[in-house]
């Protein structure tokens, strides 16, 4: 908490029986420094209402369609400063044009956009902007994530080598979207999600996390995706094979008919010096293995972990945090930015969250999986 | 979150660099139930009034001692609700006597009291108060401990025989408290303590988590307690055997000395049809085992967890939730119980939240275990 | 394997049926150090018969009675050198008797004897023979309890607080001794397994592993036994609390009715400057906890394994180990001691096995346990 | 063990400091099956001299050469009835021609080649001999891996869709074959191992691995494969996309490379109704998850254990097997069909261990896997 005024959000989409804009709502409240004070948030109005309603919303900020919202609260004295998209992928974009060209921060999910002509021209659109851009990968908001990020980038690894990134889970592995579940129907629908369905829907949050993580730069990749579901229209099963820039290679695998796994993201991580291994399910802990020594158990808070990890902690190891703090760690690496901007002061270095560029490179690897996958699996460049 | 007025908190105690403040502060917010408007957070005046500005505290409501902040609070229109009472051990009673008399809600850290005699004056205040008391025993907050508590209680493990509780730290390890370490001072100290060291540290949690989960009531223990560290004045290693009303036997080991744990509290109960087992540091797994049958894992949000889990549950199966969602799920309760009671409505029944009775408990266990050893770990009842 | 002429050994009990007498003959076999010549394989002469062809028994070697078997084996050029006992705990004493006052070596399983009184006899006798005694404390065998062991000899955990053991099964949870199991009958029949069941047959491992590996002399012990199962004859679950010689305290636990649990046992050793755990079924593993460090996962073969594990270790890391390869190491053991006696050569310093003093006080320990649970865990002292 | 007459086995390779034969020779004695009898135990004379010596062969069948062996053996009245050969992969052909053209049967070693021309050809032999052929695919022996086969050949998991399978080792990490590292040498070696390095050392267990689990016929593969080390002469890190007849798709995944995984063998089979996850390093556990259900924790020995698995196994649930049991079960399995064949007898349907057709498809996909990378990963079909 902070004794600094709450930063004034507001809220697009995330209405009644949406899952995500919950958790976006938690992750900004836990260490105080937003208040929700207007939303968008269905693009029914009636729905919209009734949620804005069973929030605390004020009538009069609780808006029809974010572009009535964008324009209002921009006029506002007590306006938004900040905005959270939590729409379907393809509300991303025209609705982070709104907000954005009127100077009003944007924290988005992810992926940025899609399509990936849209991602380029949101990145304009941002370029020109003076508001900041947040995408919530947030997963890289880990304690242990960001431990990883520091001991490969000091070298801890030696040359990194191999790269194994993984998110399989299992709630696809019959046709929900035929079942009225609304999660299933948009994610598996190539009109709201784009052209990529598992890849996008959390292969790309696997490929953001191994990117954040190792610095490498994706050269180019093979993709083999399949729909195994009868009747399903997008991806439910990805196998992508990865060459990174300076040699190292990689591989990515995603999953959502796979029976047994939640959300069983998991990156692995070999250089010339040692390795490590994370997961997210049981996020506190990072093992490291100095070659040719035993294997270490870091855990969050703990004796291995570092000022990195130690900044983004709340509490004391073995009173695991998890992903709501994580999540909430994004919200509060960009409240500083925000607050750092509003006070003309540059970012402290130590600040750290995705940003469009990396929204941008989401979409460029969901857009060469797709594309790679229709040749056969050749490699395709990124970029 | 709810559209509902948040109830109005005040706190005592948790100025800066007390670890617990923080937590029970987050705990507040991660739920939106609760506005933090008034505080006396340090016994110190400069310390409480810098703690009330670095928190955002009005300045009139900062108050230097909790019993002027008791005395105002009650008399102002929009005055506090509820307050928390975060101080050291010897403190919990006679602040909560000020504010429990005024009808202010108290929510108050373990354990109870310091002394078994103050413990039973407060139960009597409580009594003769409207207001309610919660105890901040926050490990009954997660959602596989309810889940666990209502598998015994409706008969999937048969009639309990044994119970295996522990809860072992590292931190005090060496003589911390010679270190300028403030939480090993107070923590080892029996002014501010209590006779017991480790035992109402720690050994409470365990004996309040094992009492929640079994419902069985402790007829007599036998304790054996050390203290290993030299020059240090409360236990610090605590070994109890205990038996239990109906023939159920347990055992509990808590310590500070154990090189390795962070906060390894760990419930294991065993009847004549099956067996469950659970670890804080891993919260989100529950394993089962009907006897004659494999093992399975339970998993908060997933495919084995029961309606008593999931009302406490925000996030899916796999995405984590750890010791702040717990804990927040303390405070969610009683609030539930607060507007309940605000209402004049009876509290749904679903709702459960540690009571001053389980501190009773609490204290009595901790005076149990120090007589026993006292007499060379001869069987004392409880009670 | 080794060139030398493999050891001819002998086996009193382990016909067919018999769990432990097909684990002993394994044991002997893996690193060809024995030839099994000669049995007296059940106290049933028709079954002894079947029970030695079965095994490819020379008939004239297959014996009705351990004591014909004894007299001429004696007198054979080319007797057996050894004997393994693995017949029910009441008949140690009588069996072993019978082949040392001959001059032939006994490898016996646990608990020596099914009393105190016989212990103390067959010790006697022992030291009054030439011949080796090799109790089957098998767990000893397990390459990274050595490293264990040595760990704490060698002071890398300081001076040695707290020790946790336990050793919890299931296969008691209902009264199988009444479904016509031969395993399950004699271990809960006073007259065959003595007056302790589950604290003789498994609480005594846990008692000796601790031992082993701590080399801490018990003081005195308060111990409450309770049988769960109606109609069960003996302790099903035990609990025990443990003063050691120089301060140290420990705990033990073993239960035969824990569902959920096969062979669970588990040792925890905490000392001023380190811990270390390990656990039966994942034996390959050892963690290490140095205060204030990472914890360290040490493997078998693997770069954290000392010499003393190394030597009996048969694979690299990796490829596990289990619980027949320990058996094993303690018959190989035992047969460098035999060779060693054969030639009139000194025991090299790093063989190391369990012998009859291992197992008086093991004798012991059962007994201090039924005496002090006679006595409501008064405490008992030991020797 | 068994009452019949132990085999009469012979040994090509395994002289002293080999890893393999040792392993062979356990895995042959742990159930009494075999005698080693005759051995060609090294190319160099002396060392095979002094090699037989160490194992106690007697000098009349310690062999300077394996052709000599194989004439002098197959005219001998008590000549060796099985050859174990565990010689560097370029030898295994030649040696494997001169036994079984004289009807003496192989227990060979993998990769079955180091050529698939040499693979073709000595299939041919094979069937043209009426002596069998076993190829040691070791971890086919291990009874939860039985349990997994059977488990989709009932159709518990429904329709095979994902699989997964992965062999990383580190051991490779510096280049150890420039530090006389005789393991490291040959097994980098293109002229003793053949064209693929890590993957026909390892890739190849993997790849049979989930072959035998899940009965699918592989129809093209993609690979591409790397060297890290520098002056390394073959790949060190295999990625492999797969795809299967009827569509179920894999991916595999084999590194020597990478620091923390010592043989971390892993497979896990995802279909419409279930998955399963099996770890090399654990081999006593089989997870499975019925879709929908809670993940459940079969155990070897365990309640959850099938026929398939109990067959081969030899201590009750939580006395844990190793790797040296399931190389062990080949063998004994193989001595089953040896015994079969001598008596005229079919072989039992239960009785299974990997064939010379196994040993093809290892080779096909170790051919596979090279001439794919050397087209820049394109597909290329098997068979």
Redesign the interface.
Known sequence: ?????PIRLGMVGGGNDA?IG??H??AA????EYDLVAGALSSTPEKAQASG????LAPDRTYDDFKSMAIREAKLKQGIEAVAIVTPNHMHAPVAQEFLKRGIHVICDKPLTSTLADARKLVKTAENSEALFVLTHNYTGYPMIRQAREMVASGK?GEI??V?A?YP??WL??AEEAKDNKQAEWRTDPARSGAGGCVGDIGTHAYNLLSFVTGLETESL?A?L?S?VPGRHLDD?V?V?L?FKG?A???L?S?Q????????LKL?V????????WA?????YL?????????????R????ADEVANRLT????????????AFANIYSEAAVAIRAQSAGEPLPAEVQFPTIQDGLSGVQFIDACVKSSQR??A?VKLG
């Open positions: 908490m902070t004794s600094k005024r899952f919950a958790v709502r938690i409240r836990i260490d105080g309603a069973a929030l605390g690894l080598r191999v194994q993984e889970q299992d592995t019959e093979a083999d399949q195994f099963n196998h094979m060459r040699g290679r990689g591989m695998w999953s008919v796979a029976p047994g796994n939640e959300n069983a692995r070999y250089g010339s010096k040692g390795g490590i291994e997210q399910e049981d996020p506190n093992t490291y293995t100095p070659f040719g020594e035993p294997k270490r158990l870091l855990t808070g703990g004796t291995g709340r509490t004391p190891g073995g009173h695991p945090e998890g992903y709501l703090e056969d699996a490699w």
